[in-house]
């Protein structure tokens, strides 16, 4: 992956491309949150032909934390500016967690820029049905990446799935971590606080793959049912892994990616 700096307006982003079919629509992803470009990375080496760009979000990993808070609304314009740039005028989407609250926004946003969207461990927003209050409680903070002792205590409970059975994953997961700052996470925080998609999801009317893991101790599957069920054209798959399952179990969730964006 190709990894450099781009001034989008005011905004400088610390963007990550990796190359692929020129003949394929490109692939857009939206990380979670607190996540820099590297966490994605187990995934895209399993998926392979289209061309892949993240980038990490104002205030998260290299990307410059800005004055004032966002809503998703103002990253999904912000997004859209990079793919002019970057001549890209339709693209697939892909989120997970904190970003499938992007990618819903931005297929409903920039319709027409989107061609097909992928929604994995997401909900749709503010009216989720809640995880595990003990794993939502710790993921109001910003310590798990900032303190990697309390990273592998809490590693299981909150991610559930192969972490479950794997203290050696915490650390894996630091080590693909590029941390910024507590306040960039925050913004993140804030930036989805009363925020939902639910009056507005029957006209996401791309087709839509929303991939759930049957462990996820963070966002139940229950999530993904609705937003199955109220996305016209959507399908849902369960991985037999937890919340992180597009990194621990890469290899089969990229198969299935690639199957939904050939078709």
Same mark, same amino acid.
């Given at each position: ?71 998703? @609304?103002? #990253?999904?314009? %912000? ?6 740039? $970057?001549?890209?005028?339709?693209? +697939?989407?892909?989120? /997970? ?98 925020? @939902?998609? #639910?009056?507005? %999801? ?6 839509? $793959?929303?991939?759930?893991?049957? +462990?996820?101790?963070? /966002? ?44």
């Amino acid at each position: 992956m190709r990894i450099e700096l781009i001034r989008v307006g005011k905004q400088i982003l610390r963007v990550g491309i990796r190359a692929g079919d020129k003949t394929r629509t490109p692939l857009l992803l939206f990380n979670g949150i607190g996540a820099s470009i590297e966490l994605i990375a187990p995934f895209l080496e399993q998926l392979e032909e289209p061309e892949a760009i993240v980038f990490d979000v104002p205030g998260v990993g290299g990307s410059p934390t800005p004055l004032l808070p966002y809503r998703p @609304s103002t #990253l999904t314009r %912000l997004a859209a500016r990079l793919l002019d740039q $970057l001549g890209h005028p339709e693209v +697939d989407v892909l989120g /997970v967690s904190w970003g499938g609250v992007l990618a819903q926004q931005f297929a409903f946003q920039q319709r027409e820029r989107c061609r097909r969207l992928v929604l994995a461990a997401t909900s749709p927003g503010h009216l989720m049905v809640p995880g595990k209050i003990s794993a939502m409680m710790k993921m109001a903070t910003p310590r798990r990446y900032t303190d990697p002792a309390y990273m592998k205590r809490i590693a299981a409970s909150i991610y559930g799935g192969a972490f479950r059975g794997s203290s050696a994953l915490a650390e894996e997961h630091l080590r693909h971590l590029h941390w910024s700052s507590d306040y960039g996470y925050y913004l993140q925080l804030f930036a989805c606080l009363g925020w @939902s998609s #639910l009056p507005w %999801l029957p006209f996401v009317t791309q087709p839509t $793959l929303v991939m759930m893991g049957a +462990d996820d101790p963070i /966002v139940r599957v229950v999530n993904g049912r609705i937003l199955a069920k109220l996305i016209p054209n959507a399908r849902l798959v369960t991985i037999d892994d937890g919340h992180l399952f597009l990194v621990t179990s890469a290899q089969e969730a990229a198969g299935k990616v690639a199957e939904f964006l050939k078709n």
